[in-house]
Each structure stands twice: as structure tokens, then as C-alpha cells.
């Protein structure tokens, strides 16, 4: 594995792993939520309460008239302990909010966390291609190079002239292997656009499994001139 694919092998592991937090962050977050619901239920239990608590403070002042006191007299224990479960039901609503907004944060991090791990993946992907294309174009340099030079070997010879038996001078018969080859053009053979979205769809694929998989390899001819057999 050379150094590219070896970043990106390396982009990829972190991508899974800030994936695998975004997982367990968006679990805590829907657990803090969960939480928070909760005790907004538990504290609508209550809703009631100084509803309840106003129309006992009513009938205590009514008895107090009648007997002309002033002193309405303290809470049923019943409104007492309703009181008290309503306040810890406000606090820990409270806390649990408090909570499901620190979950929701982290949640946001993280997830800018992963999206930054891949576009890492994409540009490691992305680097894998160029360098494979970079080789590809040197060696196609090279052997169109070597057909030049062979190009004009075979049209030297061409131009030979030898001795005619019937006299004279005549072109050297070269064969009909080397007249096809100098006939044939020199320059790669034109693709039909269809071959060519067929070759772009294959590289697209190609860049889409490097970046779920450093180890990927590509046949360059079944992903490029291979489509000419289609």
C-alpha cells in the first residue's frame, strides 16, 4: 500500500469512528430527551394544584368568617406534600433540560466532527484516483512514444528501394501486416458518448468504494476501454 491509499485507509478508520460517536451521541440525545419528557409529565401531574390549593384557601376563609377568626389555618397535608412534589418535579424538569441541551450540543459537534472526517475520506479518494490516473497517462505516454518510434521504423523501411527482378529499382515489399499498420491512424480510438458515460459511471463507482474501502483496487481497461466490447 503506497502512501496515498495508506492516508486514505487512515481517513477512512477515522470517518468510521467519528461515525460511531455521532451513533452514541445521537442515543444520549434521544435519551436526554426522553428524560426531559418524562419529567414535563411528571410536573403536568400538577397542573391543577393551585387551582386545588386556591378553592381550599376559599372554603378555610368561608369557615373563618363564620366562626370569626382570622386565621385560615394551614394546607391539608394532602396540598402539603403535593407542594413539595411539585417543586422537586420543577427542579428536576429543569436539570433535565439543562441536560438534553448539553446532549444536543455535543450531538452538533460531533456531527461536524464526521462531516469533516469525510470530506477527509474524499479528498484521500480523490488523491488515490489522481495518482492512479498520473501513472496511467505515463505509461500511455511511453507507449506511444515507443509506437512513434516504431511508426517510423516501419515507414523508413517502407521507403526502401532494392533491386527489382525485373530490373531496376522497387519498393521493398514490407508485408501486408506493416501497409495495414502504417494505413491504420495514428491516435486512440474515438469512444460513442454512451462508452463514455459507461467509463465516467465506472470511475464514479470506483471513487464511491475507495471511499468505504482504502483496499480497493481498479482494473483500469474494464473501467475505461473495456466498455468497447459493450
Given amino acids: 500500500m503506497n502512501a496515498l491509499r495508506a492516508t486514505l485507509a487512515e481517513a477512512i478508520e477515522l470517518c468510521a469512528q467519528a461515525d460511531a460517536t455521532v451513533a452514541k451521541a445521537e442515543a444520549d440525545a434521544a435519551h436526554g430527551r426522553a428524560i426531559e419528557t418524562s419529567a414535563r409529565c411528571v410536573l403536568a401531574q400538577f397542573s ?28 391539608p397535608e394532602a396540598l ?30 460531533v456531527e461536524a466532527n464526521a462531516a469533516t472526517a469525510e470530506a477527509a475520506v474524499q479528498r484521500a479518494a480523490r488523491a488515490v484516483i489522481v495518482d492512479e490516473l498520473e501513472r496511467e497517462a505515463a505509461e500511455l505516454m511511453q507507449i506511444e512514444s515507443d509506437a512513434r518510434r516504431r511508426r517510423f521504423a516501419l515507414t523508413a523501411a517502407a521507403r526502401v528501394f532494392v533491386p527489382s527482378p525485373t530490373g531496376g529499382l522497387a519498393a521493398f515489399d514490407v508485408g501486408l501486416t506493416v501497409r495495414q499498420a502504417l494505413r491504420s491512424p495514428n491516435a486512440v480510438d474515438s469512444r460513442t458518448t454512451s462508452q463514455l458515460a459507461a467509463a465516467t459511471a465506472r470511475w464514479r463507482s470506483y471513487f464511491d468504494r475507495l471511499c468505504l474501502d482504502a483496499a480497493a483496487m481498479l482494473d483500469v481497461q474494464s473501467a475505461t476501454l473495456g466498455v468497447a466490447a459493450e
Wanted: glycine share 8%; proline share 0%; hydrophobic share 50%.
Fill in 80 to 109: 402539603r406534600q403535593a407542594t413539595k412534589l411539585r417543586q422537586t418535579a420543577g427542579e428536576q424538569l429543569a436539570a433535565a433540560t439543562l441536560a438534553a441541551a448539553g446532549l444536543a450540543r455535543e450531538l452538533v459537534a
Fill in 48 to 75: 391543577d394544584l393551585d387551582e386545588r390549593i386556591a378553592d381550599d384557601r376559599t372554603q378555610a376563609a368561608k369557615s373563618a368568617a363564620g366562626l370569626g377568626v382570622m386565621v385560615l389555618g394551614a394546607l
